[in-house]
């Protein structure tokens, strides 16, 4: 048991020493903070340096998540902690730093997920491999600076503020982990990659990342400064509280702000979508304060991160893992008449147009896979490939574009999130999603080296992937990913003339 639990190893941090551990050859630390607790007096306050300490930390367990709905275990505002996976240390190795953001929106979640574990991309192309944990939902998302003044004007995006901090945090310590402070990538998927889209709009971000990747996270559509005012509003109503008594939010129980929050955004939710629209409201960042002055990608790609490129892309069944519950489209009992009413929450009007380019395009499907392929193109693709045009008009750093289609089974299909065991080539260490298959081995071999070849050197070419060429406005060329991978242009072009009507 202890070989397999390998060695301790202790590294130097700007803030004291931590204990980790070394197997495989890849020392793992886990839990470093990088800023300070954040409950009390600290709540919806940029985050504060963590406080120094003399002996080795313990860095061999995953730290804590942020408090969130639900029976996610080990949740505590003392968040803000790093992990890390490196082959070196203090060894001038100058490696790719590869910072991962994980999903779960805006409100839930961790980086602690064995699936995110970075030890086989360390072993595959000797990156650092870094992940972590910030504030979430009511946490790290609640605009006050219209209720409570300047103290509180960026109090709608805390929890990308820390994420701030992770980085400088990178720059202040990736030499000790072997890592180079000028070359970092930072890449996510769903809420993740939202996360990554929202950075490259953020003023204090510019400069500390150098590429990025936006995995099924499309973050074109955030929250404008009124409708966040609107939800504050609304969550110190549902406590009984004044608008002068927002103090008071710093002495209630996390327990009684989640429930509150999540009762609040559930409502306004519930609203947008029985107007035929899609909305996550109170969940996101905040554009229109000094933190985010402008969306990243909307009227047009945020100049400050022009320099950066970017690969982007979704999946082909996104939504089969969100709905994975759903027994009519698991089951594929559900009739053409309940596709199309389910259809207007997303189309609004326009629901039998749409199902009937679908239908022509993609003859002989089930209703229910119709439902999952036009909803995964409306909420994900879509905007993935408005966010790929805009790069693409700026011109001055490349875009790289990908679909992934590789079918984990005839049910689930190629769903949310499946691609990243294949990224981080953990499908044999995490079967689940995959089957754990030599043809998952595969495609995650070739799909790792590619980003791993990104962040290297902003290129995700490897030789062992047809070549993959920026995407262009002319062009449009997609890297579609599946046992045999191939490079197309404009693939399902009506498709992406249908949605940029709608």
């Known amino acids: 048991v202890q070989a397999a639990r390998g060695k301790n190893v202790t590294a130097v941090t700007s803030y004291g020493p931590v204990r980790g551990r070394t197997l495989d050859g890849v020392h793992c630390f886990k839990g470093i903070p990088y800023g300070r607790e954040t409950s009390g007096k600290r709540r919806f306050m940029p985050p504060q340096p963590p406080v120094p300490w003399a002996r080795p930390l313990n860095a061999e367990e995953y730290g804590p998540a942020s408090p969130q709905a639900g029976q996610y275990p080990d949740q505590s505002e003392d968040c803000l902690v790093m992990n890390v996976w490196t082959r070196g240390l203090d060894d001038a190795g100058k490696r790719p730093i590869m910072l991962w953001?994980?999903?779960?929106?805006?409100?839930?979640?961790?980086?602690?997920?064995?699936?995110?574990?970075?030890?086989?991309l360390c072993l595959r192309g000797d990156v650092v491999v870094m992940g972590l944990n910030h504030r979430l939902n009511i946490f790290g998302f609640l605009h006050l600076g219209d209720i409570a003044g300047q103290h509180y004007q960026d109090s709608g995006n805390v929890g990308m503020l820390d994420i701030v901090a992770a980085l400088q945090w990178i720059q202040d310590n990736a030499e000790h982990f072997g890592g180079d402070p000028d070359n970092v990538t930072i890449f996510g998927e769903s809420g993740g990659g939202r996360k990554v889209s929202t950075l490259m709009g953020m003023p204090a971000a510019r400069g500390l990342f150098h590429r990025a990747i936006v995995q099924s996270g499309p973050g074109l559509h955030l929250q404008p400064r009124d409708k966040a005012n609107d939800v504050a509003l609304a969550v110190l109503a549902e406590l009984g509280l004044k608008p002068s008594e927002y103090s008071r939010l710093h002495e209630l129980p996390k327990e009684k702000l989640i429930a509150t929050y999540t009762s609040v955004t559930g409502r306004f939710d519930a609203d947008t979508r029985s107007k035929g629209r899609f909305e996550h409201r109170g969940l996101v960042p905040t554009v229109g304060v000094p933190s985010l002055p402008d969306y990243s990608f909307d009227p047009v790609a945020s100049p400050l991160s022009a320099e950066v490129?970017?690969?982007?892309?979704?999946?082909?069944?996104?939504?089969?893992?969100?709905?994975?519950?759903?027994?009519?489209?698991?089951?594929?009992?559900?009739?053409?008449?309940?596709?199309?009413?389910?259809?207007?929450?997303?189309?609004?009007?326009?629901?039998?147009?749409?199902?009937?380019?679908?239908?022509?395009?993609?003859?002989?499907?089930?209703?229910?896979?119709?439902?999952?392929?036009?909803?995964?193109?409306?909420?994900?693709?879509?905007?993935?490939?408005?966010?790929?045009?805009?790069?693409?008009m700026q011109g001055a750093a490349p875009c790289y574009v990908y679909l992934f289609e590789w079918e984990t089974n005839p049910v689930m299909l190629a769903h949310h999130a499946l691609e990243i065991t294949f990224v981080f080539d953990n499908t044999s260490r995490e079967p689940d999603m995959s089957g754990g298959t030599p043809e998952a081995a595969a495609l995650a071999a070739k799909m790792s080296e590619a980003w791993i070849a990104f962040a290297r050197t902003g290129n995700p070419n490897t030789g062992n992937l047809p070549t993959w060429k920026p995407y262009s406005l002319q062009d449009r060329h997609t890297l579609l990913f599946?046992?045999?991978?191939?490079?197309?242009?404009?693939?399902?072009?009506?498709?992406?003339?249908?949605?940029?009507?709608?």
């Open 101 to 120: 953001l994980h999903g779960g929106g805006f409100q839930s979640l961790s980086g602690s997920s064995p699936i995110y574990d970075g030890t086989n």
């Open 309 to 392: 490129p970017l690969l982007i892309g979704s999946n082909r069944h996104e939504m089969t893992y969100l709905w994975r519950r759903d027994k009519a489209v698991m089951e594929r009992t559900l009739t053409r008449e309940a596709l199309l009413a389910r259809l207007k929450i997303f189309t609004s009007e326009e629901a039998e147009r749409v199902l009937e380019v679908y239908e022509r395009l993609y003859p002989g499907l089930a209703p229910a896979v119709y439902l999952v392929m036009i909803v995964s193109d409306r909420t994900y693709r879509s905007d993935s490939i408005t966010i790929a045009q805009r790069k693409a």
């Open 482 to 502: 599946n046992n045999e991978s191939r490079l197309v242009a404009d693939p399902d072009a009506e498709v992406r003339q249908l949605w940029a009507t709608i």
